[in-house]
């Protein structure tokens, strides 16, 4: 099976989601990260999986579910950080980031049988999923990092494997990423948030 792993901050106030400000508050950017961090958790813990591992940078809060493991984010770039998420596995591993809440346990079921990678491109140019048979952290190290060119660089990376893709999802980055992934998942925290806060703010 495969090893499901979630990389993310804790969403504290001026450390997350900044660039929601404006029109958010930093409490506003932390609340609506803090849901769709909640939201993302609770996919993974529904989807079959070897191991769950969230990859965190600060401290566990009450949106963990049981059943993750945590293990701390390594220094240095967030290429290194996600390199060196991977190193820690052992068979196929599938890493996913706290922004996008839309995610399904069924775009996260992937199957290795066929294929050495898994890749998920997000609408911004960067990817929102990355998938290895073979873990490789020198797959990731020196890949630049959020760019229009990231998802393309980092794709560039698989050539000679067999990669297959999943659909484009869009990361929430701006007020308007927000706007448009609540309304594809309207069931969801993040949903119910950005509403929440839209209510408070009229």
């Known amino acids: 099976m ?14 997350v989601k900044t660039r929601l400000t404006p029109p958010f508050t930093p ?15 609770d996919v993974v813990a529904r ?3 070897r191991r769950r591992v969230l990859v965190l940078e600060g401290t ?3 949106w963990l579910p049981p059943g993750f493991e945590v293990v701390r984010q390594c220094a240095g770039g967030l290429d290194e950080r996600l390199a060196a998420a991977f190193a820690g596995c052992e068979g196929p ?15 996260l079921t992937v199957d290795f049988t066929d294929c050495d990678a898994w890749f998920g491109p997000a609408v911004d140019g960067g990817f929102w999923a990355l998938g290895l048979a073979k873990p490789d952290p020198a797959l990731l ?7 229009p060119r990231t998802g393309a660089a ?10 297959r893709n999943l659909p484009p999802l869009r990361d929430v980055d701006t007020a308007y990423d927000a706007e448009l992934v609540a309304r594809s998942a309207p069931g969801g925290r993040f949903a119910a948030e950005l509403a929440r806060l839209a209510g408070v703010a009229r």
Do not use: H, N, Y
């Open 27 to 41: 409490e506003a950017a932390a609340a609506l990260a803090e849901a769709s961090l909640a939201d993302t958790l």
């Open 141 to 147: 190290r020196g890949v630049p990092m959020s760019t």
């Open 47 to 49: 989807t079959p999986a």
């Open 93 to 107: 591993a599938l890493l996913i980031g706290m922004d996008t809440p839309q995610v399904t346990p069924e775009l």
């Open 2 to 15: 495969t090893t499901l792993l979630v990389i993310a901050k804790e969403p504290r106030p001026g450390r």
């Open 60 to 62: 566990p809060g009450p």
């Open 154 to 163: 980092q794709r560039a990376r698989l050539s000679g494997l067999r990669v």
